[in-house]
T-cell receptor
Framework: NAGVTQTPKFQVLKTGQSMTLQCAQD?????MYWYRQDPGMGLRLIYY???????DKGEVPNGYNVSRLNKREFSLRLESAAPSQTSVYFC????????????FGEGSRLTVL | GEDVEQSLFLSVREGDSSVINCTYT??????LYWYKQEPGAGLQLLTY?????DMKQDQRLTVLLNKKDKHLSLRIADTQTGDSAIYFC???????????FGRGTSLIVHP
């Protein structure tokens, strides 16, 4: 049972380049999330998807887009990367109606030069 | 101000108890959580407490909830070097199933 799988684990981009972070979960969860983690800032929610076919903005959505491709997959796209988007990105999933526990992937470390 | 606040660092000696504190502002909290993040890894749920409970104990872990003061603590007994990690406090409230996280407390355990 893999849980939440993110790819790639590491990526270096130049300013203005685009890329997509992929996330897949095999727990049949309805809800999925993208967070970014920066030193001293904790976790900040970028976008979330309550269920297949829906997406909503979180705390810091500017510069990002998301796609809930199906129940398993939730991707995060940077259309024109900026140095301020250098961060560690985490995907998570959860089942609504339970204790609300989030299951996290191992993270994707992105550096924008 | 922040919804969930934690101090950023805690240093303890191996074998001592660690107490990590958290304060929150929303009185309609339903669940409060402690997540652990080891270096280079994602967060994993360590324990949680429902808002109608005052205390929860699980082996070396004790969670205390003071609803009047909106204060949550995590006590780790007999702290080991393997407990070195970042610990995040989080809450969900009646209005949302999405947890709000604190900034995390880095626990450093030295011999």
């Amino acid at each position: 049972n893999a849980g939440v799988t993110q790819t790639p684990k590491f990526q270096v981009l130049k300013t203005g380049q685009s890329m997509t972070l992929q996330c897949a979960q095999d727990m049949n969860h309805n809800s999925m999330y993208w967070y970014r983690q920066d030193p001293g800032m904790g976790l900040r929610l970028i976008y979330y998807s309550a269920s297949e076919g829906t997406t909503d903005k979180g705390e810091v959505p500017n510069g990002y887009n998301v796609s809930r491709l199906n129940k398993r997959e939730f991707s995060l796209r940077l259309e024109s990367a900026a140095p301020s988007q250098t961060s560690v990105y985490f995907c998570a999933s959860s089942e609504q109606g339970s204790t609300g526990e989030l299951f996290f992937g191992e993270g994707s470390r992105l550096t924008v030069l | 101000g922040e919804d969930v606040e934690q101090s950023l660092f805690l240093s303890v000696r191996e074998g001592d108890s660690s107490v990590i504190n958290c304060t929150y502002t929303d009185s309609s909290s339903t669940y409060l959580y402690w997540y652990k993040q080891e270096p280079g890894a994602g967060l994993q749920l360590l324990t949680y407490i429902f808002s109608n409970m005052d205390m929860k104990q699980d082996q070396r872990l004790t969670v205390l909830l003071n609803k009047k003061d909106k204060h949550l603590s995590l006590r780790i007994a007999d702290t080991q070097t393997g407990d070195s990690a970042i610990y995040f406090c989080a809450e969900t409230t009646g209005g949302s199933y999405i947890p709000t996280f604190g900034r995390g407390t880095s626990l450093i355990v030295h011999p």
